[in-house]
């Protein structure tokens, strides 16, 4: 059962008795729409729109967990490993426009309920796949998409239409319709950042988004968050941050994908002296991990976290197709 056939009763706030009138109001005045939006959320959210006490509130988070479950929209809590494992081959997955790079993530690309990370130095091709997923995410499931928008949080200020329309151009797809699917929000701190992605739910539910990008999710926490003293607030906030995306894929169904930079790892004695920002708290928090490095002309992408893929690496390249394989120009 996918979310639209979910009984719309399961999804609205007043479906639970414990929300009243005053209790919606305070809700929906802090961006609370349905209760995809109290799970994904959580209850220190909560508590704060509400003013409730943080029991209370992790009542009404669990009771709103309860009845998307009973809606078929989230995973029960108890459930067979033969029916997760059919679920998992049934997983959708967005092309990256590289076969390589696909067949690297898993026969197909990202995974919808998943947050994939994509990390490596300036100029390694972040932001080129990044551009490259929304052109494909439109197209339906026998091309590489899923029928679906895309929302591109864009913290560095590098998304450029006019690489998908290029993109779009070396592809011959028309760009227009693609232009259409993607939203674009513009982050200009950690705080607003923040806001967004509370606000992002409802715009996934009522655009039919398959696919969620934050373009770099650390970049502003490492340039505000600066020095010992502010370490642990930094990644607090980070923490937060990244399980309300996790939240977020999971809930509504959606591909995660966060762009992540590298820093130098003075302690590393073998292989590259680098290793992503932001942590323990962006690495436990990501499902996917992929490592891009620099390789003449072309790019190495090395899966370097997964819960069930070997550590492998496989050669792309950037061109103007945006990502695609080495020997497809
Ligand atoms: N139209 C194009 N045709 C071919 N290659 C391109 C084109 N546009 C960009 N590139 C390649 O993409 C590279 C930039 O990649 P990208 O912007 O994705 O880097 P990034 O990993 O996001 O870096 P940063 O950490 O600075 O954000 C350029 O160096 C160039 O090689
Ligand atoms: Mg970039």
């Given at each position: 059962?996918?979310?639209d056939?979910?009984?719309k009763?399961?999804?609205?706030?007043?479906?639970?008795?414990?929300?009243?009138?005053?209790?919606?109001?305070?809700l929906q005045?802090?961006?609370?729409?349905?209760?995809?939006?109290?799970?994904v959320?959580?209850?220190?959210?909560?508590?704060?729109?509400?003013?409730?006490d943080?029991?209370k509130?992790?009542?009404?988070c669990?009771?709103?967990?309860q009845?998307?479950?009973?809606?078929?929209?989230?995973?029960?809590?108890?459930?067979?490993?033969?029916?997760?494992?059919?679920?998992r081959?049934?997983?959708?997955?967005?092309?990256?426009g590289s076969?390589?790079l696909?067949?690297?993530?898993g026969?197909?690309?990202?995974?919808t309920r998943?947050?994939?990370?994509?990390?490596?130095?300036?100029g390694t091709?972040?932001?080129?796949?990044?551009h490259?997923?929304?052109?494909?995410?439109?197209h339906?499931?026998?091309?590489g998409?899923?029928?679906?928008?895309?929302?591109?949080?864009?913290?560095?200020?590098?998304?450029?239409?006019?690489?998908?329309v290029?993109?779009?151009?070396?592809?011959?797809?028309?760009?227009?319709?693609?232009?259409?699917s993607i939203?674009?929000?513009?982050?200009?701190n950690?705080?607003?950042?923040?806001?967004?992605?509370?606000?992002?739910?409802?715009?996934?539910?009522?655009?039919?988004?398959?696919l969620?990008?934050?373009?770099?999710?650390?970049?502003?926490?490492?340039?505000?968050?600066?020095?010992?003293?502010?370490?642990?607030?930094?990644?607090?906030?980070?923490?937060?941050f990244?399980?309300?995306?996790?939240?977020?894929?999971?809930?509504?169904?959606v591909?995660?994908?966060?762009?992540?930079?590298i820093?130098?790892?003075?302690?590393?004695?073998?292989?590259?002296?680098?290793?992503?920002?932001?942590?323990?708290?962006v690495?436990?928090t990501s499902?996917?991990r992929?490592?891009?490095?620099?390789s003449?002309?072309n790019?190495?992408?090395?899966m370097v976290?997964?819960?069930?893929?070997?550590?492998?690496?496989?050669?792309?390249?950037?061109?103007?197709k945006?990502?695609?394989?080495?020997?497809?120009?």
């Open positions: 059962m996918n979310d056939d979910a009984p009763t399961a999804i609205d706030l007043c479906s639970i008795e414990e929300i009243g009138i005053a209790t919606r109001t305070h005045n802090s961006g609370f729409r349905s209760l995809k939006d109290l799970v959320r959580g209850p220190v959210d909560i508590a704060e729109a509400t003013g409730m943080i029991e509130s992790a009542i009404l669990n009771r709103a967990r009845r998307l479950e009973d809606a078929g929209v989230l995973e029960k809590s108890f459930v067979t490993a033969r029916k997760l494992y059919n679920k081959l049934s997983a959708e997955r967005i092309s990256t076969r390589n696909d067949t690297l993530l026969d197909g690309g990202v995974e998943a947050i994939t990370e994509i990390f490596g130095e300036y091709g972040k932001t080129q796949i990044c490259s997923l929304c052109v494909m995410v439109p339906d499931r026998a091309h998409g899923l029928g679906g928008k895309a929302i591109y949080v864009d913290t560095e200020n590098t998304f450029r239409p006019e690489r998908i290029s993109i779009c151009s070396a592809r011959n797809i028309e760009p227009n319709h693609i232009l259409d939203i674009v929000a513009k982050a200009y950690s705080a607003h950042q923040e806001l967004i992605i509370d606000e992002t739910g409802p715009i996934i539910d009522s655009n039919e988004v398959k969620v990008i934050v373009d770099s999710a650390v970049a502003h926490y490492r340039a505000e968050f600066l020095g010992r003293a502010t370490l642990s607030e930094r990644q607090q906030k980070l923490n937060k990244m399980h309300i995306l996790l939240r977020i894929s999971e809930t509504y169904g591909a995660v994908v966060i762009t992540n930079q820093q130098s790892s003075p302690d590393s004695i073998f292989g590259d002296a680098f290793r992503p920002t932001g942590g323990n708290v690495a436990h499902t996917y992929i490592y891009l490095k620099r003449g002309r790019r190495i992408a090395r976290d997964s819960p069930y893929h070997p550590e492998t690496e496989v050669l792309f390249s950037l061109s103007e945006g990502a695609t394989d080495p020997q497809q120009y």
